[in-house]
């Protein structure tokens, strides 16, 4: 089992950049692939980023690609996303993720952490 722990949200202006990080603890860190989702009251949890074990495969959703990157440092069981370029849309609760594969879907993934609000002001 690994327990998650996301920090850096807040309230930033429109063009602003943010960035989150994830601290992992638990079971072997390197060996989960991490996601990250979003969530706004009354709508489903979803997919922003996810990233393998390793660090080298990654995916976007297309609404992030080119402004948001994932990366994780497996030597500080940590994963992070860099947010550039905030638009009011990206205003949510940010989760990070752990699973056992490289998923744009929540079910593929089993451990959650309790989420960070990031709120993009215009």
């Known amino acids: 089992q690994v327990q998650l722990v996301e920090s850096g949200g807040g309230l930033v202006q429109v063009g602003d950049s943010l960035k989150l990080s994830c601290a992992a603890s638990?079971?072997?860190?390197?060996?989960?692939?991490m996601g990250w989702f979003r969530q706004v009251p009354g709508k489903e949890r979803d997919f922003v980023a996810a990233?393998?074990?390793?660090?080298?495969?990654?995916d976007y959703a297309h609404s992030v690609k080119g402004r948001f990157t994932i990366s994780r440092d497996n030597a500080k069981n940590t994963v992070y996303l860099q947010m550039n370029s905030l638009k009011p849309e990206d205003t949510a609760v940010y989760y990070c993720?752990?699973?056992?594969?490289?998923?744009?879907?929540?079910?593929?993934?089993?451990?959650w952490g309790q989420g960070t609000q990031v709120t993009v002001s215009s």
């Open positions: 993720a752990a699973g056992y594969r490289l998923a744009n879907y929540s079910a593929s993934y089993f451990y």
């Open positions: 638990g079971r072997t860190f390197s060996s989960y692939f």
């Open positions: 990233i393998s074990w390793s660090g080298h495969t990654t």
